[in-house]
């Protein structure tokens, strides 16, 4: 007997997390606001019996991320900071987590100032196999990155950080929030965990706050204590702290992901077109891009994802040239998150990234005069034009008056 191919991707993203509970079934699903639920008796408690416990419709954006992603199971928050966090403290006390340099700034942060005294935390650049490989001869409960990475998009080897986080005993965590699953599947890589921020892609539309972490199926538990698998834990982290993400956040997520297949795919194309037209202006010192040939670590991208993503970063070389740049923008709006369907232009060093110190900054690509683009849908003509108008402007002589 012939078993069904499964779903594309695009087709996924529509239907995945709306399984039908009777007919008629309702397009958008139900959202359920209730905070508390009866009991049928003392000896019967029912599946949910508080909010923090957990929601039916939350439950469907749940089933929905795990399907996307290939895992067995996904565990939602209140923001992809709180995802993180509930991850960490999953691991058990002296744990050691290698952690890559090149993350999100929010997420170092949070390393850096929350966790020391329970774990050991070592800072590594992850998309250096050496330095990878060299941090995880020891043992270690968990490994950490982001691929491509935030703000300057730097790639690391998921296959070989796999390899090695379960050689040393650990689990292996992908921060897949810039490429979605529609780009990348990090469990189909190796990976054990896949986190995101559904606030950026997955949501689409600058509408929500809410983080998930997805578990791969039939992985070790790594450095986890054996009272219970990864979903488990999370589960009993997320009721312990109070980080449930709303039933409405959750609602409004489930219907962004039916679009994500589109509005990704034009994002990516924007982003290159774009590329391409920064890495040839003059006023433009470097571009980062995974999509681009010279771009540090294209080849392990192109053998571990199947498109590049809606962020392009360019270094204008000063602080006062990216201000300048981002002062002349009209499609673009400056603004503090990437992934929605309006074109932002951020500013890492004085936004997203302003807790680092400047040396650390320095050291990790972060340059004062680097500004990061996240395209949305908007005509990609018509983000041309902006782009060009921009960096035109940083020309002692503009070009069209040369």
Known sequence: ?????????????????????????????????????GWPDL???????????????????????????????????????AALDGLLRCLPAGGRVVAGRHLYGG???????FTGGRLVVDLVDSTDPDQLRTSLERPASLVLVETPSNPTLRITDLRAA??????????????????????????????????HSTTKYLDGHNATLGGAVVVGPGRPVGGVPRDGPW??????????TGTTLAPFEAWLTLQGLKTLHLRTRAQWEAARRLAEVAHGHPAVVAVHFPGLSDHPGHEVHRRQAVGDGGLVALDLGSYGAARAFVSRLRVFTIAEN???????????????????????????????GLVRLSLGVEDPEDLEADLRGGLDALLPVPLEAA
């Open 338 to 368: 990437l992934g929605p369907t309006e074109s932002l232009a951020t500013h890492p060093a004085s936004m997203t990234h302003s807790d680092l110190t400047a040396e650390r900054r320095r050291s990790d690509g972060i340059a004062d």
């Open 231 to 240: 979903a488990e834990r999370l589960r009993f982290v997320r009721k312990a």
């Open 107 to 113: 997420t170092t942060r949070l390393l850096d100032r």
């Open 162 to 195: 796999a390899k090695w986080a379960h050689a040393a005993g650990g689990a292996l965590a992908v921060d897949n929030t810039l490429l979605t699953p529609l780009f990348q599947r990090p469990i189909d890589l190796g990976a054990d965990l896949v986190v």
């Open 43 to 81: 000896d019967h408690p029912p599946s949910i019996s508080y909010a923090r416990s957990g929601n039916p419709t939350v439950e469907r954006l749940e089933r929905a991320l795990a399907t996307l992603e290939g895992g067995g199971d996904a565990v939602c928050f209140a923001s992809g900071l």
């Open 1 to 37: 007997m012939s078993r069904e191919p499964a779903p594309r991707f695009g087709t996924a993203c529509v239907h995945a997390g709306r399984e039908l509970e009777g007919r008629p079934a309702p397009l958008v699903p139900p959202l359920v606001q209730s905070t508390t639920y």
